[in-house]
């Protein structure tokens, strides 16, 4: 059984409810920069290299970020243009770009094009994948995500060949989105893999039943995959035994209903890290680490951390971030900074236990400070991933980081393959004459290591469901090609689905323990969850009325020209 088909998604940009803004003030020699970033150290240095001094000279502050996921992650050269006409004007300066100048002056995801061809057995059993991505970027710039890297190794595919293609454009340069590699290419992946199960008279589910491998193509082993199990629970939960497979065949009243389901999978990423504790004779513990909270909840995991390995109360524990004076930690991207930031907190507090329990001198904190004289104890700690220690010669990976450049490891590039992953489920509902589409009810299973925090783990796979369904229906830049304009560059234009557009969204965390990923067995979670919504949507589209859209997002103008 042979099956071929191309697949393409649009262009999308960020539209955070923060805007972008910048403040310089110099005081003397001395700059220090008030802008929402995601990479503290990374906006300390390279606005230093733009204004040509020293990178001790740039002092950085970002202590929360109203709205990220990839945009504020990187430089852009405003920064750089505002210090200097601080320090021209000899008075503080501030910008405050409009929204509509957001969509040039900061990244986006970028338009792609897909090709999918696959081979299998009657039986189900995919013997061969060929995966073609086309992506749109600038002129000068050879920017791409790549997702190749991930989509051919999530089932265990006989023979790969993948392939991208960059193909420049008269576009600003794009750049990170949430979950960047995997959502363009993992959509047109677990669309075809619909397709197929259709071609083969197969569940959509059994159908990956049979292509689910703990080895890829390769041979790489995985360090852990609970892929199955997800799409058990998940399935349970939503009621999919109840599905009828033909399309067209589930329907209440004026409404057609359709079910699809589709897997979410992330790379699983950490990188070197830096962290500094101090404890004092009342006990308390005070963490300063040069993190980023943009509502992932990184304050409170940190916290969670230091409490455990010093077995203090989490209400002893003060956590300050947001600072190029604290010691700096990766990116806040790529799902990485629960697992780099715990991991070199928990390195600090277990040195400074380490000390304490050889002072000896009784059980309190203050007797042990006693005996070794001092009333306040201080570790610092720089945690370096296995995968990421260098070689003889070489340069550090923290040195690197202090000069504003992350070394990120895991995922595909380890000794084994790191992944998070996980199963959605999708009811949606079409109607018969209009063909207006909602989405009454998600379901989503995902098993992604040790989880810190469930209440903000739920969240946030809550909200990047509901993402997902955005990208799926409705997300789209419109790009007038005559005038190469963005037209909807604003919040009323640009259309995106908010909570009360569903009715029911489940979420379930399957247990999983994963020794080898990092030291705290954290996966990440931050952009699994809206990775499998949009194919999720596609495929259950297909089931409700029988059209399979290939394009995004599925507006009902294509179900009433099919």
Known sequence: MKLEASYATPTQHHNPIELFTTTAAWDGDQLTLYEPSQFMYGAKNNTAKKLGVAADKVHAVSPFVGGAFGCKAQLTPRTGLVALAARKLNRPVKLVATRDQGFTIATYRAETRHRIRMGAQRDGKITSFQHEGWEVSSRPDDYSVAGVEDSARLYGFGAVKTGVTIVHADRNTPGFMRSPPVVPYIYALESAMDELAVKLDLDPIELRRRNDAMRDATGKEWSSRSLMKCYDEAAAAFGWSRRTARPGSMRDGDWLIG???????????????????????????HVEVAAHEIGTGVMTVVGQIAAERLGLPLNQVQVELGDSRFPPVPVAGGSNQTASCCSAVAQACDALMAKLNAAGGGNSVEAKLDKLGVSMLEEYAEFIPDDAKPKPGAESPIKKLYAGMPTLVGGSHGKKNMYALGAEFVEVRVHAHTREIRVPRLVGAFAAGRIMNTRTAHSQYMGAMIWGVSSALHEATEIDPG???????????????????????DVILVPEEDHEVNPVGVKGIGELGNVGTAAAVANAVYHATGIRVRELPIRLEKLLTA
Not at 486 to 501: G, K, R
Request: hydrophobic share 45%; net charge neutral; aromatic share 8%.
């Open 259 to 285: 079910w699809g389901c589709a897997t979410a999978v992330y790379p699983t990423h950490i990188g070197a890290a830096t962290a500094r504790v101090r404890l004092d004779a009342g006990g308390r513990a």
């Open 483 to 505: 005038n190469a304009r963005y037209v909807n560059d604003n919040l009323a234009d640009y259309m995106i689905p908010v909570n009360a557009d569903i009715q029911q969204l």
